[in-house]
Antibody, heavy 117, light 112 residues
């Protein structure tokens, strides 16, 4: 069974940093592209980042470019999102999703990042 | 960015009756490879999104056949032939043809 489990969300002050993780199981992680998508409380979905299966191609939404960094460790079957210079508008549930950015085929349950003083 | 516009935003339906959600894109979603990367997602209350349909009309494994997708170019539709109680939630269309991928605002399906 495909499983994606996010962790690392927390309450953080504006300007702060966090590292989000996504641990996967049930498939060969190194064979798949991955993404991060976020959802502000009560709002819609926003794609924010993509990483290729080997990590050699990375894309970001303009809203997070320069502040967020996606990476992966295929040996550990894990995806990461380093989030820096956090703003109130970054408050969201952050999901990892398997597949190319055209597809987003499987999603985790999300981890909540709250940015507030 | 490609703007995805869904209608209606709220859809009260009677159990057993059909439902239809429209999704329109600001640009054609036909990619250079000939495919149209239009997906539909279901988000049940308190749950993460689940993909129902990809490339306009292909149902994901395990998705009931009462769900169907159609359309082309800039105009797409998700249909539920007979709404069941478990279909309550928010439905999103998403385009993956143009970068960055973008979602519609969501359509909330509820039972009358």
């Amino acid at each position: 069974e495909v499983q994606l489990v996010e962790s690392g969300g927390a309450l953080v002050q504006p300007g702060g940093s966090l590292t989000l993780s996504c641990a996967v199981s049930g498939f060969t992680f190194s064979n798949f592209e991955m993404n991060w998508v976020r959802q502000a409380p009560g709002k819609g979905l926003e794609w924010i980042s993509y990483i290729s299966s080997r990590g050699d191609s990375i894309l970001y939404a303009d809203s997070v470019k320069g502040r967020f960094t996606v990476s992966r460790d295929n040996a550990k079957s894990s995806l990461y999102l380093q989030v820096n210079s956090l703003r109130a508008e970054d408050t969201s549930l952050y999901y990892c999703a398997r597949g190319g950015f055209r597809y987003l085929e499987y999603w985790g349950q999300g981890t909540l990042v709250t940015v507030s003083s | 960015d490609v703007v995805m516009t869904q209608s209606p935003l709220s859809l009260p339906v009677t159990l057993g009756q059909p439902a239809s959600i429209s999704c329109r894109s600001s640009q054609s979603l036909v990619y250079s490879d000939g495919n149209t990367y239009l997906n539909w997602f279901q988000q049940r209350p308190g749950h993460s999104p689940r993909r129902l349909i990809y490339r306009v009309s292909t149902r994901d494994s395990g998705v009931p056949d009462r769900f169907s997708g159609s359309g082309s170019g800039t105009d797409f539709t998700l249909r539920i032939s007979r709404v069941e109680a478990e279909d309550v939630g928010i439905y999103y269309c998403m385009q993956g043809t143009h970068w960055p991928p973008t979602f519609g605002q969501g359509t909330k399906v509820e039972i009358k």
